[in-house]
Structure formats: structure tokens, C-alpha cells
């Protein structure tokens, strides 16, 4: 069977079929990084909650997304955190890790800041509501894998033990 190394799927998402035995492949997304902020507001965690298709689910999460070709780290942090919450940043960003999302099937990195500098100035963007949440709420949601992204979860858990 011939396979194409390449497909591109859509901008800047490529599907590398990968030869790894003789007749076998490993597969895997070629993908964009990703910012994620973890907001205090009044010492309240600031989390998201939208729609997510391939789960068909409503997800609970921090503000994150993909870093645009010409953004900076913290660029994409701020406007993230500026789209899905309505809050800005007045303050510093404080960078917490950067780690693979799932080394094993994309190449997305996804790095990790949080600040507790917030200013409301606009409303969330359309589909993403916000909520404000003790420490313990967010350990209840994620024990009922209603805020169950890894990459959030990771970066949680490193702030608390910061």
C-alpha cells in the first residue's frame, strides 16, 4: 500500500505517516504550540467552560489556545486570556512549565503561565462562559472529569506546588 508522508489537513495541521516497520506506520499531527494562563481573580481560580465536539461535552478549563505564526509566548497568553475571560493581564505573566500535550501522536507543546494582575474589560467571547472557583472546587471538577485536560491539569498541580 502506498501511503503519502505528508497530508496537510489545514493550516499549519499536517498527518505524518511515519514508515516504522517494514509494513507498518506510525502516524502522528504535526501541530502549533499552545499558552494556557492560570487568572486569580480575588483569590478565585478564573476557568472557562465551552462545548467540546470530539468529546461532546461541556469541558471546564483555563483560558488556552493555539500560538498564531507571528505571536510571541506571551502575546498568545494575553490574548487568550483577553478572549475567553474578558479579563486583561496588568500585571506580569508568570511562566510556570512547557511540556508535550501527548508526545506520542502530536507535536504540541503547550506552555504555562498565571497572574493574579487582572483587570475586567470586556465580555467572554461568544460559546465560553467564566467561572470563578476555590482551589477545592477545581479539585472536585477534575475528580468529576469535568475539567479533565491533562496539559490543564498538569499545569495546575505545578502551580500548586510552586
Do not use: W
Amino acid at each position: 500500500m502506498k501511503m503519502r508522508k505528508k497530508i496537510n489537513l489545514s493550516n499549519r495541521i499536517v498527518l505524518i505517516n511515519k514508515k516504522f516497520k517494514k509494513k507498518e506506520f506510525y502516524h502522528y499531527f504535526k501541530t502549533p504550540n499552545l499558552s494556557l494562563v492560570i487568572p486569580i481573580y480575588k483569590k478565585k481560580f478564573i476557568i472557562v467552560s465551552q462545548k467540546r465536539i470530539p468529546i461532546n461535552k461541556i469541558n471546564y478549563e483555563f483560558p488556552s489556545g493555539l500560538i498564531e505564526k507571528k505571536e510571541t509566548l506571551l502575546q498568545s497568553a494575553k490574548k487568550e486570556l483577553l478572549e475567553e475571560t474578558g479579563y486583561k493581564c496588568i500585571g506580569k505573566l508568570h511562566k510556570l512549565i512547557s511540556c508535550y500535550t501527548d508526545p506520542g501522536r502530536i507535536t504540541t507543546m503547550i506552555t504555562g503561565f498565571y497572574t493574579n494582575r487582572l483587570k475586567k474589560i470586556s465580555k467572554p467571547e461568544k460559546g465560553i462562559n467564566i467561572h470563578f472557583v476555590s482551589k477545592d472546587k477545581l479539585l472536585k471538577l477534575i475528580k468529576q472529569k469535568k475539567f479533565n485536560t491533562a496539559a490543564h491539569i498538569a499545569m495546575f498541580l505545578h502551580f500548586l506546588n510552586k
